[in-house]
């Protein structure tokens, strides 16, 4: 799940108490950063549909008080994984959630040299083979080649995973 509670407290100083309300709990701090730290720990370990609504109550220096229901939305956690590769291969095994699609891409000296795009319908691992950038010849992965892998599904992103050709 996803709130950006950062940018529902943006008009209020940072040390300001805010009192953060999920549910039937009720939780005060002493400073903005504190219940946005807090609130973030709390949606990390919930589920969407147990999530229960959420409201921020939160006071400036004159004791001036402002309530806001936060919106959230779920976020699916996207991950991906390449098998075992050696120089001279022209595929790599790819594999990520299922429904996501995966991008590669080979970089030698800062130059993108190959690229290949997977979608990954099953979640299992499935073979991308690599075309040269530019044309559309097979591309031999070669020593001190970066590969890149990047993958996502909707709005969700994987953290993207880097790995050296040596």
Excluded: C
Excluded at 20 to 40: L, N, P, V, W
Excluded at 67 to 81: C, H, L
Excluded at 108 to 133: C, F, P
């Amino acid at each position: 799940m996803y709130a950006d509670l950062s940018a529902t407290l943006s008009g209020i100083s940072e040390d300001n108490a805010v009192k953060i309300i999920i549910g039937d709990r009720e939780q005060t701090f002493r400073t903005k950063s504190e219940a946005i730290e807090y609130f973030r720990a709390v949606v990390r370990q919930a589920k969407a549909e147990d999530m229960p609504k959420v409201k921020i109550v939160a006071f400036d220096e004159f004791n001036n008080k402002t309530e806001v229901e936060v919106e959230y939305e779920r976020e699916e956690i996207i991950e991906s994984w390449v098998n075992y590769f050696a120089i001279g291969d022209d595929k790599l095994n790819v594999k990520s959630n299922a429904g996501a699609t995966i991008k590669i891409e080979i970089k030698n000296r800062g130059n993108l040299v190959a690229s290949a795009t997977v979608d990954s319908a099953t979640g299992e691992y499935e073979d991308a083979n690599l075309i040269t950038a530019g044309s559309t010849e097979p591309y031999k992965l070669k020593r001190g080649d970066i590969i890149f892998i990047d993958a996502f599904k909707g709005k969700a992103r994987a953290n993207k995973l880097v790995r050296f050709v040596r």
